[in-house]
């Protein structure tokens, strides 16, 4: 019978950087890439999402377009506003590093009349959501949860009536999920994103909240 190990006691503030050495120690055994072989930015995005999700296959799963950490990181620095497609991710951002800066953190799919407006309309909730931003401040536009809104954002970004600096989309799912991803992974905007299935708001905010740390 194998021995049940017992949790060890870890005072609050110490728990982030221990889990980040123990990513660190095992990064290599995990996807046979050794962190010094990373960019050092791109690394700490990538730490970050394996910290909030466990799985190491995010170092081989994200994809960055070039300019993408460049473009997310002035983004934050000249103030302009985070729009995040679900109140879940806009709840794990860090809204007072993002607020030092001048920016604030938008979501819109509770807004009044939003069901509504997205019933009549056809639409999800989260697509209809994103779709209200046009003629603001957003400079990182982040989906976690749902292809429609990542679909949404590419198609006014086409039509020029949205220009973010950043898209970053990694909406989870089995429907249009992985498709809506291969798509952004084609544009020449700067955008980050991950293959497959998996995503999710978690790894949404991760990025964020990385890309804040960065600034």
Do not use: W
């Not at 466990?54 to 993408?68: E, H």
């Not at 509770?110 to 209200?132: C, I, L, Q």
């Amino acid at each position: 019978m194998n021995e049940i190990r017992q949790p060890v006691v870890i005072a609050p503030d110490e728990i982030e950087g221990k889990s980040f050495t123990i990513i660190e120690d095992e990064f290599y055994e995990q996807t046979f890439l050794h962190p010094q072989s990373l960019d050092t930015e791109m690394f700490q995005i990538i730490r970050r999402v394996i910290h909030a999700t466990g799985d190491f296959s995010f170092a081989t799963g994200l994809v960055f377009q070039p300019d993408s950490i460049r473009s997310g990181v002035c983004s934050i620095q000249s103030g302009r506003d985070i729009y995040i497609d679900v109140g879940m991710g806009a709840s794990g951002i860090n809204r007072a590093l993002l607020e030092s800066f001048g920016g604030s953190v938008r979501c819109h799919i509770n807004d009044p009349g939003m069901a509504e407006s997205a019933r009549k309309a056809g639409r999800t909730r989260t697509e209809t959501a994103v779709r209200s931003i046009k003629g603001g401040n957003v400079g990182i536009i982040a989906v976690g949860n749902a292809p429609t809104a990542l679909m949404a954002t590419m198609e006014m970004i086409e039509k020029e009536e949205i220009t973010p600096d950043l898209v970053i989309g990694v909406p989870v799912g089995f429907v249009n999920a992985s498709e809506s991803k291969e798509l952004l992974a084609q544009k020449d905007y700067p955008f980050i994103t991950n293959t497959g299935r998996k995503g999710g708001s978690p790894v949404a905010v991760a990025i964020v909240n990385a890309l804040l740390r960065l600034a």
